[in-house]
C-alpha cells in the first residue's frame, strides 16, 4: 500500500497572527482541501494520514465530508517540531503501507503525475523528493545587508514536497534523527543522516507553498488553470 502523509499541524505564523493560512479560501475552497483532494486523485494513494493541530480534528472531517473525501484518513495529532509531527504520521501508517508520500498541507498544487511518478522512483531507489534547479543568482551575506560572494548554482536544488520513501527507510531515518537530538527543516535532511540516497523529480509544473498572503494570488491562478483537469 502506498500511504499519504500530509503535515498540517504548523502554525503559518509568517501569514499574520490568528490566521490559519490552510483555511484560506483560494480557488473555490480552502487551501489544504486542495491538497488533499491531490492524493485523493492519485490513484496509487491507499489512505490519507493528516497530521493536525489538537483541537482541529473537527474541522478535518467536515473538510472531508464537504469534499466527498472516500479514501481511509486517520487524524493524528502534531508534534512540537515538523519532524515530531511527521513521526508521529508514520506511527499511524497502517501495517500494509510499504511506500509513504509526505506532503506539505500549504502546498497545495502538487501535480497527481508529480505525486505518482515520487512514489515510483521512491519504490525503486527508497528515496525521492519534487525538487527544481534554482534558476536565480544566488549570493551569501552574514548580516543581510552586504554581499560576501556568488555562490555557484549550477549544482543547487530547492527541495519541494512531496518526500517520498520506503517506510522502513524514512522510519529508520527518523529514529536516527531523534535519537541525535537534531531539528531538522526537511525529511530528506533525515535520510542524509543514514546515508540513504534521495533521487530528485522534476518537470511537471509550479509547485509554490503558501507561505505569505502574496503568495495566494499566484496559487490560485495555478489552480484555476487546473480546474478542467481536477474538478472532483
Known sequence: MVSALIVAAGKGTRMGRNIDKLFLEVAGRPVVAHTWAQFER???IGEVILVVREGMEPAFRDLQKRFGFNKPVKLVAG???RQDSVWNGLSALSNESEIVAIQDAARPCARQQLISATIETARHHGAAVAAHPVTDTLKES???????RTIDRSKIWAVQTPQTFRVEIIRRAMVEVRQRGLVLTDDTA?????????????????NPKVTRPEDLAYIELLLKAE??????
Open 227 to 232: 480546474a478542467p483537469l481536477v474538478n472532483v
Open 42 to 44: 492519485t490513484k496509487e
Open 79 to 81: 508534534g512540537e517540531e
Open 142 to 148: 552574514s548580516d543581510g545587508q552586504v554581499i560576501e
Open 190 to 206: 533525515a535520510c542524509e543522516l543514514i546515508g540513504q540516497p534521495v533521487h530528485l523529480v522534476t518537470g511537471f509544473g509550479p
